[in-house]
């Protein structure tokens, strides 16, 4: 059998991504497709729409074969870490190719990646700035381009761990269909996920843009996920934890502790309180993934212990992907799981477990414990 | 000026409460009542119906002096430590008596106080029943009677705080009038708080039994103040803590902080939560004081250092309590405080402030910082 991977967010699958999940077929020749894919909470720290075991469904009923769930700890990250978990993964599933969209696919990304070792050698020193922003000055000096749209910052990440990690995944990347990331019009078929969101929360239709699946899960929403719901519980925390123990908070640096308390006893909404946040220093990206891994209690040390603990979540998979499973077991290094009972609850899950827990604010659903993968029969590939 | 104090939580302020103020002022001869009022959240760890604002105005308005806040780490506690506290505060306020409801005004309080020193020397060992049970079958034996009415048990509180800081308050105990706590029906003039409660969160009217103050403020409610809604702090805490940092949180006894987890991982409602939590060893009321210590990460050391370093807190007064306020203020051995600037809000009434930050779930207004005292012109005597 040949594999090909993805790495996805799905927030929430669309039309868009049952055309990257056919073009990774027809362009790779592979008649397995393997996902890696972001839990409840995204790589930018926001809930997602529909949840882990909603958006599986969907993309196995559209041709994928096997959805991988990408760790809280690894998928709630800047784009350098988010994409050097998800190439651990899928290295790990022996997937000799991965195909991702990017705004600017025919660029030389590898010569980017050689180009950053070099300037990054001594640092960057502003702090006035973002990181983006002086990354971004030193590279178009060694390169005549600028890395701003989002599929390409993630293709430049995905070539840059595969160097860094040495493993031998192609990486081959397409022009994506239909619409930009900021694109925020619904016409025709193809629609970004952000204007998607969009639209369920305006209340307009989408059906054109989605698969049946998300359509109808789209549909029977009990609340739209979102920070506002779960800013009581981050106010809650900044207020009543004492400032020695905020700073213990995992990417909590520069006094941050002291800004995050102060905006909460002063802001009664999450609107209020993330403007007050925002400095010239920190994208809104970082900042939400913060209010993320403070309402989650997240440590340092407690991510630095399970970032060297990977594993394979399954989350569902066709018959195409079983078999495949089982023609790969005995290679695979990580360990895989199909449940979570109490044992990986407490330990090797706690993460995922606790992000589940939060993400109980919008659904009255079981995240974990005792879930069984999702399984349909047949092969992931469409019929058309 | 001759006061009289008065030990409250007016959850609201009723018809009861003006009975009770004009009572004081009648058997006592006093032409100045001092009321020491819970804050917002009372004495068993609920937040209260109207905020202490709404509920210092109505009482101005409806004979009492002034009023004091009794500091969160005295007025959430058992009806020995809540008693202590407010007997200390009116004690430092030189009030010469206090007068109080009770269900039976004419038992010998003091003899109970006697009894009990006498049979708790050795403590309780049982541990499959609650305090309040093996301190009655003791009580039973040495007098003949028990202690099961909530305003009873406060009345001997009363009388104990009195004996145990030798200070020279005359206890008066007086007939309730009209209900009593557990009566659930609202019949001509006067119903009790926990009636008045109910009525409200099933929309039926209470315009008859309380004043007009209240009436308005009660028909204005953002949202009704309730364990349901501080829920999903309490859980997301008790989920997201370690077990380590659970057990630090004041009167985190016995284990408690593991079944604390373990129903807030398997509960979806606070009900749900609470009847999972109950056991025979632990009242309701204990166990709601515990869920808002945990949800206000409440520590030991931190409720010990705050009770070493009682004040007094000044929600409004009558021009006749400001008079008195200044007859006495050179004697007062207390501070006295008329505003929380940022010095108290980070330190003297820092968990007020912080159970007012909680109380804003209820509220858009601040609770705490630069809040003036209400004052009301004439004296607090209502005309008749």
């Known amino acids: 059998m040949k594999a090909v991977g993805l790495i996805t967010e799905y927030n929430p699958f669309h039309n868009g991504h049952i055309y990257h999940l056919r073009k990774a077929r027809e362009i790779t020749g592979a008649n397995v497709v393997v996902v890696v894919m972001s839990g409840n909470f995204t790589q930018r720290g926001e809930p997602t729409i529909l949840n882990k075991w909603q958006r599986t469904q969907a993309a196995l009923e559209n041709g994928a074969d096997l959805v991988i769930e990408l760790p809280t700890f690894m998928a709630v990250q800047p784009a350098h870490r988010f994409a050097d978990g998800a190439i651990r993964l899928l290295a790990a599933l022996q997937v000799p190719s991965i195909v991702f969209g990017a705004e600017h696919p025919d660029w030389d990304f590898d010569q980017f990646v050689q180009a950053e070792a070099h300037f990054m050698k001594d640092g960057f020193a502003r702090y006035n700035a973002t990181f983006a922003t002086q990354f971004n000055q030193e590279l178009k000096q060694a390169t005549g381009h600028t890395l701003t749209e989002p599929n390409d910052i993630l293709a430049f990440a995905y070539h840059k761990a595969i160097v860094k990690q040495r493993v031998g995944i192609k990486p081959v990347a397409i022009a994506r269909q239909g619409s930009q990331y900021h694109d925020q019009s619904i016409t025709g078929t193809i629609a970004s996920a952000s204007a998607i969101r969009q639209a369920v929360l305006g209340g307009r239709p989408v059906d054109q843009v989605v698969p049946k699946q998300t359509a109808n899960d789209l549909s029977h929403l009990d609340s739209i996920p979102d920070w506002q719901i779960l800013y009581p519980l981050l106010r809650n925390y900044l207020i009543q934890a004492p400032i020695g123990e905020l700073q213990t908070i995992y990417q909590m640096t520069e006094g941050l502790e002291h800004?995050?308390?102060?905006?909460?006893?002063?802001?009664?909404?999450?609107?209020?309180?993330?403007?007050?946040?925002?400095?010239?220093?920190?994208?809104?990206?970082?900042?939400?993934?913060?209010?993320?891994?403070?309402?989650?209690?997240?440590?340092?040390?407690?991510?630095?212990?399970?970032?060297?603990?990977?594993?394979?979540?399954?989350?569902?998979?066709?018959?195409?992907?079983?078999?495949?499973?089982?023609?790969?077991?005995?290679?695979?290094?990580?360990?895989?799981?199909?449940?979570?009972?109490?044992?990986?609850?407490?330990?090797?899950?706690?993460?995922?477990?606790?992000?589940?827990?939060?993400?109980?604010?919008?659904?009255?659903?079981?995240?974990?414990?005792?879930?069984?993968?999702?399984?349909i029969s047949g092969s992931g590939t469409v019929k058309e």
């Open 259 to 375: 800004r995050m308390k102060r905006a909460a006893q002063q802001s009664l909404t999450f609107n209020q309180f993330i403007r007050q946040l925002k400095t010239k220093r920190y994208t809104y990206s970082h900042l939400l993934r913060l209010c993320f891994y403070t309402v989650m209690q997240m440590r340092e040390d407690q991510v630095q212990m399970h970032l060297q603990q990977p594993y394979l979540r399954i989350l569902g998979f066709s018959n195409d992907g079983r078999q495949y499973l089982h023609t790969i077991k005995k290679r695979v290094s990580l360990p895989l799981i199909t449940k979570c009972g109490q044992a990986e609850r407490d330990h090797l899950l706690n993460l995922d477990y606790r992000a589940g827990k939060l993400y109980q604010l919008f659904t009255p659903y079981e995240q974990d414990l005792k879930r069984a993968p999702v399984m």
